[in-house]
T-cell receptor, first 114, second 113 residues
């Protein structure tokens, strides 16, 4: 069965510094990987995805993520954090060979310090 | 920009009552989903729906749950006899294909008393 691990409950970064939110996954087939962001009392907003092709994918709001097959990771990154990036971030995976549901990680709360 | 909408934003009900949560997916999308998020916990898959039938469901989605697409625009989740543990935020999502990202609605907060 597929699973997603986000090892950090919270990440604190000073404004202007680079940020990384970690994600590792487990699927039996090919992974489709996603990052979503959730602001307070809001739904999930899609940030970026990896389906195939370049391992480095770029998404909304200056975020990017790198697919690393050997490490089964899909870490979210941004070169320079903004206070407005403070939110809850979810990594998610779909097993391309099996089914269409998305399995979410437990989420990482990103706190950008002004 | 098209978006998924959900109504109501908050539903309060008594244990044992039936509730219907409503969603309007993005108009040209073909795949529809319900997820739930219990407060402070992760988002959990409930059910996926394609071509007017359930394509997959989780073990959470027992006989108390049902989904329906009653017309060309709405997608509903019914809970027949609510339990306290059904209290959660319920998210509807849709996608144009299984290869694409799912777009989520703002959620309905269900409170069962």
């Amino acid at each position: 069965a597929q699973s997603v691990a986000q090892p950090e409950d919270q990440v604190n970064v000073a404004e202007g510094n680079p940020l990384t939110v970690k994600c590792t996954y487990s699927v039996s087939g090919n992974p489709y990987l996603f990052w979503y962001v959730q602001y307070p009392n809001r739904g999930l907003q899609f940030l970026l995805k990896y389906i195939t092709g370049d391992n480095l994918v770029k998404g909304s709001y200056g975020f990017e993520a790198e697919f690393n097959k050997s490490q089964t990771s899909f870490h979210l990154k941004k070169p320079s954090a903004l206070v407005s990036d403070s939110a809850l971030y979810f990594c998610a995976v779909r097993d391309a060979n099996r089914d269409d549901k998305i399995i979410f990680g437990k989420g990482t709360r990103l706190h950008i310090l002004p | 920009e098209p978006e998924v909408t959900q109504t109501p934003s908050h539903q309060v009900t008594q244990m044992g009552q039936e509730v219907i949560l409503r969603c309007v997916p993005i108009s040209n999308h073909l795949y529809f989903y319900w997820y739930r998020q219990i407060l402070g916990q992760k988002v959990e898959f409930l059910v996926s729906f394609y071509n007017n039938e359930i394509s997959e469901k989780s073990e959470i989605f027992d006989d108390q749950f049902s989904v329906e697409r009653p017309d060309g625009s709405n997608f509903t989740l019914k809970i027949r006899s609510t339990k306290l543990e059904d209290s959660a935020m319920y998210f509807c999502a849709s996608s144009s294909s299984v290869y694409n990202e799912q777009f989520f609605g703002p959620g309905t907060r269900l409170t069962v008393l």
